[in-house]
């Protein structure tokens, strides 16, 4: 069985400012981003600059909670772009 989704009143007011096509890649963006996830799900390498004591406190609050840093990172960017939809 497929999962509902649902919009905000919000979300479905700025989706009447855009074009059909916009609305079809932003529906399929948001499909891609919230399917199911496999273990084949590629990942891409990054380099990425952070001031290192931004990065140390980060990875000991992070080891504090028991979790993988860069995981926490990608879990913050997903976490990002859920309330920015």
Known sequence: MKAVQYFT??????SLQ??????????????????ARTHSSKSKLISL???EDLLD???????LN????Q???KQLMRD???ESV
Request: some cysteine; overall charge positive.
């Open 9 to 14: 009143a919000e979300q479905l007011e700025r």
């Open 49 to 51: 600059k952070i001031p």
């Open 57 to 63: 406190v980060f990875k000991q609050q992070c080891e």
């Open 18 to 35: 855009m074009s059909q096509a916009e609305r079809l890649q932003f529906l399929d963006d948001y499909r891609r981003l919230h399917g």
């Open 66 to 69: 028991g979790v993988k840093y």
């Open 71 to 73: 995981t926490q990172i």
């Open 80 to 82: 990002y772009l859920l």
